[in-house]
T-cell receptor, first 114, second 110 residues
């Protein structure tokens, strides 16, 4: 089954404790991205990757890191989480970036930083 | 920068039509999208419209685009309880980036 998976689905952590949210897709997609969803703000892009070893900042990259060592995986790293990073995070992928290519979304990771 | 706006809530009775509205600011948008987010799930693409179209119909869904006013709407005919979800409007700007609206929570009551 074609899908985007994220782990964990729920995470409660404390300020400053490094964490990683994994994202994996099995569709051989080149383009992957991370979004955060906050009430009243919709989805905002954090980072994206056009292909292996190619990553770039989205609209709200501060406090986050990503890596793309393999095509299928695109982990999101919070080196020192803070309470303002409490949010719902979505990973998405598409064959390429561009108008003809549908983005497939993962189920989301709800992160709470206390 | 680009901005996409939607009203936050809509409540309709089962069987009625729902109309979810969206306004955007980027006149160079090429494609406009509607996504559906069910509780506890990711976003699912519902439908899209190319910017040179005025209307697109897909079963119970009708998308209307008024490019002059930069207004997009999604009409759901014969709304069912299973249509209860958050609906996101999104535009693809001239750098191919997707810009999402704030989302409209549709509640369908019996």
């Amino acid at each position: 089954e074609a899908q985007v998976t994220q782990n964990p689905r729920y995470l409660i952590t404390v300020t400053g404790k490094k964490l990683t949210v994994t994202c994996s897709q099995n569709m051989n997609h080149e383009y992957m991205s991370w979004y955060r969803q906050d009430p009243g703000l919709g989805l905002r892009q954090i980072y994206y990757s056009m292909n292996v070893e190619v990553t770039d900042k989205g609209d709200v990259p501060e406090g986050y890191k990503v890596s793309r060592k393999e095509k299928r995986n695109f982990p999101l790293i919070l080196e020192s989480p803070s309470p303002n990073q409490t949010s719902l995070y979505f990973c998405a992928s598409s064959y390429r970036q561009g108008m003809g290519y549908e983005q497939y979304f993962g189920p989301g990771t709800r992160l709470t930083v206390t | 920068g680009e901005d996409v706006e939607q009203s936050l809530f809509l409540s309709v009775r089962e069987g009625d039509s729902s109309v979810i509205n969206c306004t955007y600011t980027d006149s160079s948008s090429t494609y406009l999208y509607w996504y559906k987010q069910e509780p506890g799930a990711g976003l699912q693409l519902l439908t899209y419209i190319f910017s040179n179209m005025d209307m697109k119909q897909d079963q119970r869904l009708t998308v209307l685009l008024n490019k002059k006013d930069k207004h997009l709407s999604l009409r759901i005919a014969d709304t069912q309880t299973g249509d209860s979800a958050i609906y996101f409007c999104a535009e693809r700007d001239n750098t191919d980036k997707l810009i999402f609206g704030t989302g409209t929570r549709l509640q369908v009551f019996p």
